[in-house]
């Protein structure tokens, strides 16, 4: 399963409600992850299993999707958000996606 | 907590091989599938190997990229997770981590591989 991102990179402002966008080639039936990285530091687990928010994430974080569509969701934009955020399948092998970097308007 | 630490690391030229390591704690390793991820200078993110528990024969997985070149493997006495690369290509350049469980929950610090003549 071949994953893209969209977009692959995404100005915002604080505040705003940021929506990240993964798709899959075929269905990933909500075997989806997403994770941030900011620089010069190992990925984060943010949300898996489509829309489980992992212990210690702060609430502003979502995800949604079904199928081959998957979303991350920043309901308010916070400073500490700037960073590189990709998703993951593990239904049928497993895939990262090609990232989306978040950077500050 | 949970901790992932990675060694073994290091500048190795085409074709040699190199071993890296990642030791495991404040979780029940023998009970986690295991897996490395690597990244690329400035690239994103390309899963690399998983290893699954003992009820489960311990069955490994390969990217295509590194099949047949690369072993893991791991030590339930120890907490350890292994893998070893051979025939390394400059492409391998990446630093290499170490991830458990399914949804890839913990990661380590990871560890760099360099490989250039």
């Known amino acids: 399963i071949q994953l893209t991102q969209s977009p692959s990179l995404l100005s915002a402002s604080v505040g705003d409600r940021v929506t990240l966008s993964c798709k899959g080639s075929?269905?990933?039936?909500?075997?989806l992850a997403w994770y941030q990285q900011k620089l010069g530091e190992a990925p984060k687990l943010l949300i898996y299993?489509?829309?489980s928010l992992q212990t210690g994430i702060p609430s502003r974080f979502s995800g949604s999707g079904s199928g081959t569509d998957y979303t991350l969701t920043i309901s308010s934009l916070q400073p500490e958000d700037v960073a590189t955020y990709f998703c993951y399948q593990y239904n049928n092998g497993w895939t990262f996606g090609g990232g989306t970097k978040l950077e500050l308007k | 907590a949970v901790q992932l630490v990675e060694s073994g690391g290091g500048l190795v030229q085409p074709k040699e091989s190199l071993k890296i390591s990642c030791a495991a704690s404040g979780f029940t390793f023998s009970n986690a599938a295991m897996y490395w991820v690597r990244q690329a200078p400035g690239k994103g993110l390309e899963w690399v190997a998983r290893?699954?528990?003992?009820?489960?024969?311990?069955?490994?997985y390969y990217a295509d990229s590194v099949k047949g070149r690369f072993t893991i493997s791991r030590d339930d006495s120890k907490s350890m997770v292994y893998l070893q690369m051979d025939n390394l290509k400059t492409e391998d350049t990446a630093m290499y981590y170490c991830t458990a469980g399914r949804e890839l929950g913990y990661w380590g610090q990871g560890v760099m591989v360099t490989v250039s003549s």
């Open positions: 075929q269905n990933i039936n909500n075997y």
């Open positions: 299993n489509t829309n």
């Open positions: 290893i699954r528990t003992k009820p489960n024969n311990y069955a490994t």
